[in-house]
């Protein structure tokens, strides 16, 4: 599935392996608009790798989660406002850097966005913001019943966004 006439490609990436199979599909499968393609007026394509940090909450303070992909499997509960913070940043910190590292072995250059908030309502508004010509995102592959529950982001994106969406489902 390469095209040459993608101009902007928004990839979100999570904790999920799932998220970051998805980079992996769009860095191999995807070509942005060059500048070899002919219209010099034309900007080039980028690939942006977005990551939504959920808001502040009292319950992320009573459980902060854990580093995901080689981080530390210990954690101290953060009792102030701060320590909350810094252990989200810990978090997209190493998100992001397994999605750069996934960048770097594909020899990819992208740029990345954090932003905040609920991670269906950003990223929509992000990729209608950059006009964006593709979104692609993971699938975690879960019980109907917990899906019921939790929601889901792609599902949220696919009728929600103003582009089209490519969709990397999990397995497990």
């Not at 019943?145 to 497990?172: D, H």
Request: charge should be neutral; hydrophobic fraction near 40%; glycine fraction near 6%.
């Amino acid at each position: 599935m390469a095209t040459g006439n993608l101009g902007c490609v928004v990839i979100a990436v999570d904790d999920s392996e799932e998220s970051m199979n998805a980079l992996r599909w769009a860095l191999q499968n995807l070509r942005l608009r060059s500048s070899t393609d002919g219209d010099t007026s034309a900007e080039l394509g980028s690939f942006i790798v977005v990551h939504v940090q959920p808001p502040l909450s009292i319950s992320a303070g009573l459980n902060p989660g854990a580093i995901p992909f080689g981080g530390p499997s210990y954690v101290e509960v953060p009792a102030f406002t701060a320590a909350i913070e810094a252990h989200q940043r810990r978090i997209t910190d190493a998100i992001l850097d397994h999605a750069l590292q996934i960048c770097k072995e594909k020899n990819a250059n992208v740029k990345t966005q954090v932003v905040i908030g609920d991670p269906k309502q950003k990223i929509c508004e992000l990729t209608t913001s950059l006009s964006a010509d593709l979104l692609v995102m993971g699938c975690r592959a879960f019980w109907p019943n917990k899906r019921i529950f939790l929601g889901s982001v792609s599902n949220y994106c696919i009728n929600n966004v103003s582009c089209p969406v490519v969709v990397i489902k999990g397995t497990s």
